[in-house]
C-alpha cells in the first residue's frame, strides 16, 4: 500500500498560480501511475490529470494547457503547476494512486478576488 498526502492549497487570485504536492509513503510510488481528481463546492469529484509511469501525461479539456503534472520519483512526490487560474478552478483537489487505489485527504484551493 502507499499513503498520500497532499499540501500546496490556498487562496489565490484570478490568472495567479499554485503548485500543489502529493507526499507518497514509499517507494511503491514508483510503480503506480497517478492522478489528480478535484471536486468542486456541490459537485462531483473529476479527473483533472494524469501521469503514468513511464511520463506520460493526459489532462482534461478544462485545464489542458493551463496545469502541468509531474513526478519526481527519488522523492515519491507529485505535482500539479496550475498557472492562470479561474475561480471555476475551486475545489479540494486530490491525488490518487491508480495501482493502489490509494487517496489523500485533500488540499483546498480557492481562486477568488
Known amino acids: 500500500q502507499v499513503q498520500l498526502v497532499e499540501s500546496g492549497g490556498g487562496l489565490v487570485q484570478p490568472g495567479g498560480s499554485l503548485r500543489l504536492s502529493c507526499a507518497a509513503s514509499s517507494n511503491l510510488f514508483k510503480v503506480s501511475g497517478m492522478q489528480w481528481y478535484r471536486q468542486p463546492p456541490g459537485k462531483q469529484r473529476e479527473l483533472v490529470a494524469t501521469?503514468?509511469?513511464?511520463?506520460?501525461?493526459k489532462y482534461s479539456d478544462s485545464v489542458r494547457g493551463r496545469f502541468i503534472v509531474s513526478r519526481d520519483n527519488t522523492n515519491f512526490t507529485l505535482y500539479l503547476q496550475m498557472n492562470s487560474l479561474k475561480p471555476e478552478d475551486t475545489a479540494v483537489y486530490y491525488c490518487?494512486?491508480?495501482?493502489?487505489?490509494?487517496w489523500g485527504q485533500g488540499t483546498q484551493v480557492t481562486v477568488s478576488s
Open positions: 501521469i503514468f509511469t513511464g511520463g506520460d501525461t
Open positions: 490518487h494512486s491508480m495501482v493502489f487505489n490509494s
